[in-house]
């Protein structure tokens, strides 16, 4: 009986592969509460002035570990798009290019720029910008594109810089998914203009949240202290440009954190680097699953999130949903829709009277057809988070043991309708 249950998938009422927890995120431990205590008690906890002492010290880390000359602490990595981008001088009305295929805010950054986000489609076999789709569609008013290193690759930043120079394009590297990559040996963040990082709960450093560009132009630089510190010139600057600026300020309180945080960032990555190739290799023997291509430009790859290709044909015919459904219900967290195809999604809908640019542009012609990235978001990826790979090979074990699980069991899946799925779901948690 034991057994029978064991063998029957979670979801129908049978006992998850995985019950014990898994690692912790954020790590952390007697350092960082070391670092808060330590500001704290000192009372200097704000971002002003900018920069302030602890946000600089962490900056100038942070920067040096990316091969940059200069790093700006902001309050997140969407406003750190949005700054980095005006402080490029892409102008109001520009159209900048991003991938259909990251979170929104790589788009709507563009939007707060009062710049017009233009969609290109993904290589389908490493989620990363297609740079064909890119430079299909440079017109006379594009002045920028911002690659996303994804998940766990980087963008082909020497394609997208031949592009880029071919014609006067700036280059902003999304970089939010990608603390401590490198590409032929560089870190990401120093190959564009600017690299836009988050400290984001989920992202590999986190304060809570908080953001920072690199970048080694020191205009670059100067207008980006006047941007997120209410237009007040850096000092020792020579940018005297006039700007109107936010306050985007990171507190010292988080740099404190991030300081620690960044230290932990090599241990955690040979870690998660280890557990990833056991993944990488038990993923090829089992039919229907995809490994990504990882180009071997990318010397030191980050792993925000481990994703794979779920072809349903190998699983009985099930929807990518109902065996993420399945996957969770073993004991394995994971999602699915994990990012939508931009041009299709609910959070970037054009609102003509907040951004009349971009409604004009998209009232100018369709948008640009982006079928990887629509075969990706919904019937393909699989999103694996970072922390799954911070344990011991047993972790690796468990995920594997559950993904096959599902696909004995697929055919017993097959035909329900996702509602009726949820519903398992739901009667699975109330037990
Ligand atoms: C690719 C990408 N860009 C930008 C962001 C925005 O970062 P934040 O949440 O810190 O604003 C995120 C994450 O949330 C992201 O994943």
Redesign the pocket.
Known sequence: MANRSAAELALLGGTPVRTEPWAQWPARGPEEERAVIAALRDGDWGGFPLPNERSAAFARAFAKRHDCEHALCVA???VS?EVALQAMGVEPGAEVIVPAY??E??ASAALFADCIPVFADIDPGAWTIDVDSAAALVTQRTQAIVP?HLAMTVADLDAIRGLASRHGLAVLE?C??AHGARWRGRGVGSWGDAGSF?F?TSKLMTAG?G?IVTTSDAAILDRLHALVNCGRQRPGGSSHTPVIGHNYRMTDLQAAILKVQLGRLDEQHELRQRNASRLRAAIEDIGGLTNLRIDPRVTVQAIYQFVFRFESGAFAGIDRDVFVAALQAEGVPADGRFYESLPASELLRPDADRYPAWSAALARGPAADCPHAARTAYRESVWLPHQLLLGGASDVEDIVAAVLKVQRGAAELAGLELEQVERLRQARSAR
């Open positions: 997140n990595g969407t798009l990251t979170f805010a790589t996303v999304d939010a998914h988050s984001q949240e953001g």
